[in-house]
Every structure is written in structure tokens, then in C-alpha cells.
């Protein structure tokens, strides 16, 4: 077999369903399950019936290695070896072990024959009183001897004419069940080119058993021996092949029961990781269902709380009506109906309801709003012993309780970043604590309002929103925030931008002296004076400021911006101090 060629169809020809792979014994043929008749043995070693092989579908190999191929026969041996170009070939699957078997020219009888299989066979037969065994000359009638010379079995009638003819005349014959205690009683094997000659030679240039004509024939000037004679070295090489291969049994032996165990102890690995999933899962589900109706109960108990208020302001409501509604149609009827006199005498009492009535305050809007959400993601604490999720919001963002927080608020540099914060909160003036609200910001420039400054709002996620923007030029511009389509407090202010922040041209030092390596020339802003005409300032010297500053400008802050702005000192920018 050639593990270089790949079937180019499908195999068909299988086992049947529940067939047991492998011999049953070394009897019986493991498709037809029957005892073997003219086994073949496969390169895999496995032996199986020609005739159930010849039922196997064949598919087409490519012989890529050049016709080089596993499979050796005993009608092979004796054809002439000629170079095979690279075509198709045909091969069959063996039906125990799947392997791919190249078959030879001669088909599947050119297959070796299993002998030792043939032996056990006739064994078998022999142990079932000779069931089965027929005349090896007649093929008719049933075997009563054996030749133990010609290794032939032989009827009552093939016997006696054995004995009579010269040749055969002193051979030993022996009943049948007197064999019954032999373990090899395997016929003679003849020449498959000369069916009337027993190999037992064996041409070692050809590497094969031929018979006598074989030697005087196409083997001829071919070195030889007796197979008696070249077992010893031909055994032995065997033999060292076996014992090579002995250790990787055991080996494989050893490899698969650590995999049954591993796969024994996966198996109760699984078991177990399965009922800690199912233990964990179940406790989870009740950890959710308990957070469930609690969010439930939540949600109704909320429900009830503002239908209350929703109907006591309800009734305050419909009574304040009914009193107005009272009071309106009385003093229209009394205007419209009353004489004079009725008028004055009933206008102190109509008055004063009237204006008792006028100065009743109200809430025309809902008390309670319908705004109920519930945030999934939010951590709702543990339940169980497990980490649940999920809670319910009532809290609704009020605008005008909402603050703007940051440095940047009224106060800006052209191309630069300028922020500040939107700080949301409710009605009753508390942190909201959560994001998703829709703030809207709008930044226009004052003297060009159809050119709004592109801003970003940034969800902090805790009722907090960072707002940046970037004006491109200096000027007033004017600042919208608003929720809910109504402007937040403070909303809308003004910001100034004025011109990008000037940076430092000098260096932040501790004085000119050492800034500078004592260059005389070198001058600081601050003013300072040195002994021996040095012009700048210098530790514990007339006009040094005691602290480090900037030699442009005399501030005293690092992160500041320059006010130099020229002059009769505009040599201190030519002589520059560098810090050492």
C-alpha cells in the first residue's frame, strides 16, 4: 500500500452494519463471516475471501511514485518486473482497517494466499469430524487419509490408487481424525508456472521461491538454494524486523490505556465542571428571579406613590375648580342679573372670595412625572451570594437645577481647546448619578452667527457631561446649553476669546549669572545689578527678586503668559540667557 496515491472515487464496498472488524479466529473470513475459502492476505496483514474481495467497488489511485507499491503476491513474483509509467491504477479499501490496497496486475488472484489461514482452515475441519474437506485429486468426495509425503488429502478410492502407482507407492498414509491432535497439516505448495512442482527452491537474485523447472527455465544462471537452506538468514532478518517492532506495540499499548485513562478522568472532569455550571446556573437563576420580583415590587410600589400624589393633586385641583367655577358663575349672574342695590349689598361678600380665590397658589403642571427607566448595566449590589445587575430610575433631570462648573467658562484662546462641565441634577437640586441625557451645546461667534463652532459633549456616565470646543478666532462668542430643548442655569453667557497665549522668548531662571555662564552682556527683565558692570541680576545683588523668574518678562510664574513687549531693553532679547 502507498500512502502517495488518494482515492480519486468514493469507497462503496464496506462492512455490514454490526459486522466486528477483524479475523473471528484465524478461521473465518471477517465480510462473509464463513470460514475462508482461498484467503488472500493484504499488505495490512489482514486476511479476507477472494471472492469477497472481488465484491469490493474498486476505485482509481494515480501512481505517483512510479508504479513502487506494498503489495506483494505469489503470482506476482513470477511476472517479469517492467518499469510502469505514471497512470491510473486500481485499488480497493481493505474492509478491516480502511487501508488502501493497490491491486496488482493480476487483480485480486494475484493476491498472496494466506497459507497459514489455509492450514487453520482445514484444522477447523478436521476438529468438525471432516466437515467441509474434499479429495484434493477427485474435488468429490470426502477426505478419509492424508499423504504425509505428498501433503495431499485423499478419498477412500484416490488413496488406493495412490498406493498403486510407483512413484506413490511408499508414501505414508494416515486416517483424518488421527491428524485431529497435529497444528500444521497445510498442503504442499506448488509453482503457480508449474502446477505439477512443489517450491522449494528459493532464487536469491529474484528474491522468490521457484521449483525445479523454474531454475532450468527463466531462472536459469540465477544464484539458488534450498528454502531449507535460506530460512536461517531470511528468518533471522525477519525476526530482527519483529523484534523492532515488538517494543512499539507495548508502547502503543501503554499510549492507549493513558488515553482511556485520561479520557475516563476527562469524562468525570466534565461530570463534575457540569454540576458545578448547573449548581452555579440554578442559584443564578434564582439570584435573578428574587432581584426580578424585587424590581417588580419596586416598580409597583413606585407606581402607587405617584398615582397617590397624582390624585391628590387631582382633588385639590377639582375643588379649587368647583370654588372658582362657584365664584365665577355667582358674580356673573349677580353683574348681569342684580339691580343696583343688590350689586353693593352682595359685593363685600363677592369680593372677598374673589380674592380669597385669586391668591389660592397652584401647580398647574403634574406634580409627579411619568418617568420611570430602567438601567440594566447599573450594579444592583448581590442577591444570593451573586453579583446582579439591573435598576429602576425615577429621577428626572430638571434644567434649571442643572450647573455649569470650569475655568474655561467665560474665558478663551484662539486654537485652543477650551472645556467646562455640564453638572445635571433633579428637581430637588441632587446629582442625577447616571448618564444618557441629550445635551445640547451650541458656541457662536457673535459677529457670525451662521458659523457655529463645532463642540463635543462627552457622557461621563455619573450625571456629569465634559464639553470642549475649539475657536478658531478671536472675539465674543456666545455659549448654549440646554436639556430638554430649556436652557440649563446660567444658559446663555458669553466668552471671550482673545489671541493664542504668547510664550516666553527668554528662560525661567534663578538669575542671569548663572543662567548665562557670567556673560556681562546678558540682561534679565528683572531689573538686577551686578558689581563690575555685569547688567544682569545675580544672588543677593541690587534689584534681584529673591526668586526664580522669566528673563523676558520678570514674571514669576513658569506656566505664564509673556508681557514683554519691546522697547529700549530690546538688546535682552538679542542676548539671551540658556540654562546650563
Request: with cysteine.
Amino acid at each position: 500500500m502507498s500512502e502517495k496515491r488518494t482515492p480519486l472515487l468514493g469507497f462503496v464496498g464496506k462492512l455490514p452494519s454490526g459486522t466486528a472488524l477483524g479475523n473471528s479466529g484465524k478461521t473465518h473470513c471477517p465480510l462473509c463471516m464463513g470460514l475462508f475459502k482461498a484467503p488472500r492476505l493484504l499488505p495490512c496483514l489482514h486476511t479476507v475471501c477472494t471472492t469477497c474481495l472481488e465484491q469490493l467497488e474498486p476505485f482509481s489511485v494515480v501512481d505517483i511514485g512510479g508504479g513502487d507499491s506494498d503489495t506483494s503476491s505469489e503470482g506476482a513474483i513470477f511476472q517479469e518486473l517492467k518499469p510502469r509509467s505514471l497512470q491510473p491504477q486500481i485499488g480497493i479499501l481493505c474492509p478491516v482497517c480502511d487501508a488502501q490496497v493497490d491491486l496488482p496486475v493480476g487483480g485480486v488472484k494475484a493476491l498472496t494466499i494466506d497459507h497459514l489461514a489455509m492450514n487453520d482452515v482445514m484444522l477447523e475441519s478436521l476438529r468438525g469430524e471432516g466437515q467441509g474437506l474434499v479429495c484434493d485429486l477427485c474435488s468429490d468426495r470426502e477426505v478419509e487419509k492424508r499423504c504425509q509425503t505428498c501433503k495431499a488429502n485423499l478419498c477412500h478410492f484416490c488413496c488406493q490408487a495412490h498406493r498403486r502407482q510407483k512413484k506413490t507407492i511408499h508414501h505414508t498414509m494416515v486416517d483424518l481424525k488421527d491428524l485431529k491432535g497435529y497444528s500444521r497439516i497445510a498442503k504442499a505448495i506448488l509453482c503457480p508456472a508449474h502446477p505439477a512442482e512443489e517450491l522449494r527452491l528459493f532464487c536469491e537474485l529474484c528474491d522468490r521461491p521457484v521449483c525445479r523447472d523454474c531454475v532450468v527455465g527463466e531462472h536459469r544462471e540465477h544464484p539458488y538454494d534450498f528454502a531449507s537452506n535460506v530460512i536461517h538468514k531470511h528468518g533471522d532478518s525477519v525476526r530482527e524486523l519483529l523484534r523492532g517492532t515488538q517494543p512499539h506495540v507495548g508502547a502503543l499499548e501503554d499510549a492507549l490505556a493513558r488515553i482511556r485513562e485520561t479520557n475516563s478522568a476527562l469524562q468525570e472532569r466534565v461530570e463534575a465542571v457540569a454540576a458545578d455550571v448547573r449548581t452555579f446556573s440554578e442559584g443564578y437563576i434564582k439570584a435573578i428571579e428574587e432581584h426580578r420580583d424585587k424590581l417588580l415590587k419596586q416598580l409597583e410600589d413606585i407606581r402607587v406613590q405617584k398615582e397617590n400624589s397624582l390624585q391628590l393633586q387631582k382633588a385639590q385641583l377639582e375643588q379649587l375648580l368647583a370654588d372658582m367655577r362657584t365664584g365665577v358663575d355667582f358674580t356673573e349672574h349677580l353683574l348681569t342679573s342684580g339691580s343696583d342695590l343688590e350689586i353693593l349689598i352682595t359685593k363685600g361678600v363677592v369680593v372677598e372670595r374673589l380674592t380669597t380665590l385669586n391668591r389660592v397658589a397652584y401647580n398647574a403642571r403634574p406634580g409627579v412625572s411619568e418617568r420611570i427607566c430602567f438601567s440594566p448595566q447599573e450594579k444592583a449590589g448581590r442577591c444570593r451570594g451573586y453579583e446582579v445587575y439591573g435598576a429602576i430610575k425615577t429621577k428626572e433631570i430638571d434644567p434649571a437645577k442643572c450647573v455649569l462648573q470650569g475655568e474655561d467658562l467665560h474665558r478663551a484662546r484662539e486654537k485652543q481647546t477650551a472645556s467646562f462641565t455640564v453638572l445635571c441634577k433633579d428637581a430637588a437640586g441632587e446629582s442625577m448619578g447616571r448618564g444618557g441625557d441629550n445635551i445640547q451645546v451650541a458656541v457662536v461667534p457673535k459677529d457670525k452667527k451662521d458659523s457655529p463652532v463645532r463642540t463635543m459633549v462627552q457622557d461621563n456616565k455619573d450625571g456629569t457631561y465634559y464639553v470642549s470646543y475649539t475657536p478658531k478666532e478671536p472675539g465674543v462668542y456666545t455659549v448654549l446649553v440646554c436639556v430638554k430643548e430649556q436652557h440649563v442655569q446660567g444658559s446663555p453667557f458669553t466668552v471671550t476669546v482673545r489671541k493664542r497665549h504668547r510664550s516666553h522668548p527668554g528662560v525661567f531662571h534663578c538669575c542671569t549669572f548663572c543662567s548665562s555662564g557670567g556673560q556681562k552682556t546678558a540682561r534679565c527683565a528683572c531689573g538686577g545689578t551686578m558689581p563690575g558692570g555685569y547688567l544682569g541680576c545675580g544672588h543677593g545683588h541690587k534689584g534681584h527678586p529673591g526668586r526664580p523668574h522669566w528673563s523676558c518678562c520678570g514674571k514669576f510664574t513658569e506656566k505664564s503668559e509673556c508681557t514683554w513687549t519691546g522697547g529700549h531693553n530690546t538688546a535682552r532679547s538679542v542676548l539671551r540667557t540658556v540654562a546650563l
